[in-house]
């Protein structure tokens, strides 16, 4: 996969996620339901944790450490993309994503100091915590990475052969 197209697959989804965010943050109120299906909901929520709420009550400070992470993962995960080899294709569709959501969420923390999550899944009184197209996207990245790391053949060696002439 080239290069380019490596980073309009980032663009792509990063675009997708700010378009939703910002359709849903002026559509609905705080809080708001809106039923889509008997298991899925749409409702405005802002996180300032990371995920699952983690730490979003801790006074502030947390904002500035998720969005230096963020930061600090995104030109790690830039300068992996950039350098994966052109036969990698899924490893390179596994950054993209997380890089997507990476800076999807970054663009949220910056601009807002709060995360926007809308997409709300149930059954019964059981709800999974809401997400968003960029949580989406770094978990369908990391299930890849996942997959291509448990799954693909290891590199033939390059090392000369350590065995005596003659055995």
């Known amino acids: ?8 697959i980032t663009l792509v989804v990063i675009i997708a996620d700010q378009i939703t965010k910002t359709w849903v943050n002026g559509t609905l109120k705080l809080y708001e339901q809106v039923e889509v299906t008997s298991f899925f909901n749409i409702t405005l929520l802002y996180n300032k944790g ?28 830039i300068v992996w993309l950039y350098r994966l080899l052109r036969h990698e294709k899924m490893m390179a569709w596994s950054l993209a994503l997380i890089l997507a959501g990476a800076i999807g969420n970054l663009i949220d923390r910056v601009l807002f100091g709060h995360v926007i999550d809308f997409i709300q899944v149930h059954y ?44």
Do not use: C, H
Not at 2 to 8: D, K, N
């Open 50 to 77: 990371a995920a699952f709420s983690f730490l979003s009550n801790a006074g502030g400070w947390q904002r500035w450490l998720f969005t230096g992470i963020s930061a600090v993962v995104s030109v790690v995960l």
């Open 1 to 8: 996969m080239a290069v380019l197209t490596r980073f309009l």
């Open 124 to 167: 019964n009184n059981w709800y999974f915590p809401s997400f968003n197209v960029a949580d989406a996207a770094i978990s369908i990245g990391a299930v890849l990475m996942l997959y291509v790391t448990f799954t693909q053949e290891p590199e033939p060696s390059t090392k000369p052969d350590s065995t005596p002439p003659g055995n």
